[in-house]
């Protein structure tokens, strides 16, 4: 079974900052990576999907992906209170998503 | 485009009855996937169809779930009866790439 694993925070960082959100999976043979942003109440949807080894960069939102030690992060830098919501990793087995449990993150202005 | 198209948003029922929920994918989107969410559980893939055929219902939680797709522009998830632990927010979603997908607004489902 792939597994997704993320601290359920919540991650607290003042506005201005870096936030780091991290993800660790269990299967090896995983190939691709997605990020999702869900607000409250809403649906989630997609920000950046990564497949490489190294980071991709996209805005104010760099993906980070190291399949040796299988984890992958998201970077939000300067964060805005705007950027408040759930952060959900997944990971691609076939045609289907396996999600994280997500990382609540709050911006404090 | 509109989008995936989930109705209803809200739906309150009583234990026992009968519940369909209702899901619109992107035109052109050969996959379409039904996800229940909860705190306790996060989201979990209930099914998932390729082409209108079910692909992987491993996940259906019991018998009293039943989806389908008689087309590839509607799909229906189906709780006959209905318990207070099926209260959850239901998401329908579409795929037509190797990428992520797109999800529909939901389906709040509140069985009391």
């Known amino acids: 079974q792939k597994e997704v694993e993320q601290n359920s925070g919540p991650l607290s960082v003042p506005e201005g900052a870096i936030a780091s959100l991290n993800c660790t999976y269990s299967?090896?043979?995983?190939?691709?990576f997605f990020w999702y942003r869900q607000y409250s109440g809403k649906s989630p949807e997609l920000i950046m999907f990564?497949?490489?080894?190294g980071d991709k960069e996209d805005g104010r939102f760099t993906a980070q992906l190291n399949k040796a030690s299988q984890y992958v992060s998201l970077l939000i830098r300067d964060s805005q209170p705007s950027d408040s919501a759930t952060y959900l990793c997944?990971?691609?087995?076939?045609?289907?998503?396996?999600f994280g449990g997500g990382t609540r993150l709050m911006v404090k202005p | 485009d509109a989008g995936v198209i989930q109705s209803p948003r809200h739906e309150v029922t009583e234990m026992g009855q009968e519940v369909t929920l209702r899901c619109k994918p992107i035109?052109?989107?050969?996959?379409l996937f039904w996800y229940r969410q909860t705190m306790m559980r996060g989201l979990e893939l209930l099914i998932y169809?390729?082409?209108?055929?079910?692909?992987?219902d491993s996940g259906m939680p019991e018998d009293r779930f039943s989806a389908k797709m008689p087309n590839a522009s509607f799909s229906t998830l189906k709780i006959q009866p209905s318990e207070p632990r099926d209260s959850a927010v239901y998401f329908c979603?579409?795929?037509?790439?190797?990428?992520?997908?797109?999800f529909g607004s939901g389906t709040r489902l509140t069985v009391v």
């Open positions: 979603a579409s795929s037509g790439e190797a990428k992520g997908y797109t």
């Open positions: 299967d090896r043979g995983s190939q691709s």
């Open positions: 990564i497949y490489s080894n």
């Open positions: 997944a990971l691609r087995g076939g045609n289907m998503l396996t």
């Open positions: 035109s052109g989107h050969d996959y």
């Open positions: 169809f390729n082409n209108n055929v079910p692909i992987d």
